[in-house]
T-cell receptor
């Protein structure tokens, strides 16, 4: 079946602009996660959704980062006023009721 | 606190050699899950295995095997008769029961040469 999909695959933006990253989880998966992978910080957890609510936002690095999930499916990660340190690969994962997390291909973000 | 240590940054082997990737974890919880993921050059994280803390049986899947030892807080991964297609970065991860986030190690880059 279809895996986790993310769009865009690549995004280049200028410092100070807002960006939106999208994640489509595996059909039927109730939980959705965002992670960030950067050279300096490795793989870091950002936020977790169960249904449309986010019980754990502990990994969001600043208030410039926000995420929402609608209809228990698609999620959008928004970064406002992007900074160069936001450059990273943003990975989305989904799982069925908190079991094994399956990852998407990621969105590579470059902030100039 | 949760922590995963993969001390081997990079390993180079020649095809058909066996190779073991080390993973040591720290957690105060008595119940937890351990994972291995593979990240090939394409970039996508591919799930390999999940282990529950109460199940210390070793696992074998084809050329892959995993050795879980609670006494040493280790969850090592062995590839037997390595192949060029095994070249990738391998991540070990920990999830405590009651939390959803995965805590990853820094990864081990495996390069298998023909």
């Amino acid at each position: 079946g279809a895996g986790v999909s993310q769009s865009p695959s690549n995004k280049v933006t200028e410092k100070g602009k807002d960006v939106e990253l999208r994640c489509d989880p595996i059909s039927g998966h109730t939980a959705l996660y965002w992670y960030r992978q950067s050279l300096g910080q490795g793989l870091e957890f950002l936020i977790y959704f169960q249904g449309n609510s986010a019980p754990d936002k502990s990994g969001l690095p600043s208030d410039r980062f926000s995420a929402e999930r609608t209809g228990g499916s698609v999620s959008t990660l928004t970064i406002q006023r992007t900074q160069q340190e936001d450059s990273a690969v943003y990975l989305c994962a989904s799982s069925y009721q908190g079991e094994t997390q399956y990852f998407g291909p990621g969105t590579r973000l470059l902030v100039l | 606190a949760q922590k995963v240590t993969q001390a081997q940054t990079e390993i180079s082997v020649v095809e058909k050699e066996d190779v073991t990737l080390d993973c040591v974890y720290e957690t105060r919880d008595t119940t937890y899950y351990l994972f291995w993921y593979k990240q090939p050059p394409s970039g996508e994280l591919v799930f390999l295995i999940r282990r529950n803390s109460f199940d210390e049986q070793n696992e074998i899947s084809g050329r892959y095997s995993w050795n879980f030892q609670k006494s040493t807080s280790s969850f090592n991964f062995t590839i037997t008769a390595s192949q060029v297609v095994d070249s990738a970065v391998y991540f070990c991860a920990l999830r405590n029961t009651g939390f959803q986030k995965l805590v990853f190690g820094t990864g081990t880059r495996l390069l298998v040469s023909p």
